[in-house]
């Protein structure tokens, strides 16, 4: 990561999409999926579906605030995952899916919570948002297979 940029971290469900979604957006400068928000170091995927870990499937993103805000990004995040459902996301089922904001610094906290006081606010979900917001907990990058995912497989986004 240079001076210019910055990071952040989401968990939306399976971490395919969620990356590809955030690696098309004009000022991200990388992404990468990993784990984080659980009880062991270094797991694997194998270990994390089991949903015994605790950890989340989630995306790193760097990107460059002069191109796009924290905001746009947290726009992105809302706009592609359904924030109601605890532990799932389509047809994926587990703690691993959750929805979940991990914020890098006071200034991410403060718009993540208020980015969903906004929308709960904005009567679009009839059911309450349950998306976890904290500290940015240690990412453990996923398997060098599960990286940019879709793309190499020349997919633009998972297929339920």
Do not use: M, N, R, V
């Given at each position: 990561m240079n001076n210019q940029t910055q990071k952040a971290m989401f968990g939306a469900?399976?971490?395919?999409g969620v990356e590809a979604e955030f690696a098309a957006l004009d000022g991200v400068q990388?992404?990468?999926v990993g784990y984080a928000g659980g009880t062991s170091e270094n797991p694997s995927y194998q270990e994390v579906c089991t949903g015994r870990t605790g950890h989340a499937e989630v995306v790193q993103v760097e990107y460059d605030p002069a191109q796009v805000s924290y905001d746009e990004l947290l726009q992105l995040f809302w706009e592609n995952h359904n924030p109601t459902t605890p532990n799932r996301q389509g047809p994926d089922i587990g703690t691993q899916y959750r929805s979940a904001i991990f914020y890098y610094d006071d200034e991410q906290a403060e718009k993540a919570r208020a980015s969903k006081q906004k929308?709960?606010?904005s009567g679009a979900f009839s059911r309450p948002i349950v998306t976890e917001i904290t500290t940015?907990?240690?990412f453990y990058r996923a398997e060098e297979y599960?990286?940019?995912y879709l793309e190499k497989r020349g997919a633009k986004s998972c297929s339920f």
């Open positions: 469900g399976c971490f395919w990388s992404t990468a929308l709960e606010e940015a907990p240690p599960h990286q940019q």
